[in-house]
């Protein structure tokens, strides 16, 4: 028997409390009595309990209301009631409160050590549950800090990425410095007034940022050529969404990047390429998308207007 466990005794009836206490003694524990729900409060606040027996009929205060106290404030205590009210209901009270056995007076000794010795390995078993919880939570709240860091250190990278991505469409294709960034803020303010959630905005952004990067693998002589484009240079230029989405199908991002740039030259009328999609065929990531590099385009300056003209993109 572990001689530290400490058990207060609560019962207005001095010669029960002890009996038991003596009793208990014997057995190896610590005893503290206390004859009212009052005195047991005190002696809750000034010492270490594992384990509480309570009578249910006290002068002051029921045992059920001390039991309600004890749960509330001291949890790790287990609670036994012991009493000569034989009523389930207020037997069935104390057990959903908490209390781990309800003993009828009078008793044998034996069924009090067998409750108290499964109250306290059920408090033990209790205790390290908890503590086992705590551990987990903590490890938990540990690997989400480290998770959310690492996700923002990949954001911050994909980020860089898109960028380089779209600067380099920059340095293919002078004419269009700075267009995808500026088709990129226009489409997200498009998709905040609809009401977009934040996750499928970001997506819209990225896309944007790098909707023209098929166009690295168009001749430069066609791609900044002055004049109107003949119909086979036309026909090479409209090859550069197929050339984005070759090369970005592979990469697992968290958006259709790959289809949104693949469709951004489609048209609601089916007039568009390189599939000629129509209406609900299209994305509506790229219907947004596409609004926004039109917009754009109308407000660059007019012979930058004539280039895109003589490149097809504007009617």
Known sequence: MDPKI???????????????????????????????AKEARKVLKQNLVELMLCDVNMPDESGIDLIRHVFSGYPEIAVIMITGIDDPKIAHTAINLGAYGYLLKP???????????????????EIQD????????????????????????????????IQAM????????????????????????????????????????FSSMIHDLGKIVIPGEILCKPGELSAAEFE???????????????????????????????????????RGLIEEEILLETKILTVADVVETMFLPPAI???????GRLK
């Open 305 to 311: 207007q004539t280039f895109f003209r003589y490149q």
């Open 6 to 36: 400490q058990i207060l005794i609560v019962d207005d009836d001095e010669l029960i409390i002890n009996f038991i206490s003596e009793f208990l003694k014997g057995e190896g524990y610590r005893c503290i009595l206390a004859q009212s």
């Open 166 to 205: 779209s600067e380099t469409i920059e340095k293919k294709d002078p004419y269009t410095a700075g267009h995808q960034c500026r088709v990129a803020e226009i489409a997200q303010h498009i998709a905040v007034r609809m009401g977009i959630d934040d996750r499928h905005i970001e997506g819209i952004r």
């Open 130 to 161: 908890r503590l086992h919880c705590a551990e987990l939570e903590k490890l938990i709240s540990e690997r989400t800090a480290d998770l959310n860091a690492a996700n923002a250190q990949l954001q911050k990278t994909m980020e860089g990425i």
């Open 236 to 274: 090479i230029i409209k090859t550069h969404p197929q050339a984005g989405y070759d090369i970005l199908k592979k990469i697992k991002f968290p958006w259709p990047v790959a289809e949104i740039i693949l469709q951004h030259h489609e048209r609601l009328d089916g007039s568009g390429y390189p």
């Open 107 to 125: 008793f044998k000794c034996s069924e009090l050590l067998i409750n108290i010795h499964n109250a306290l390995h059920r408090r033990k078993l």
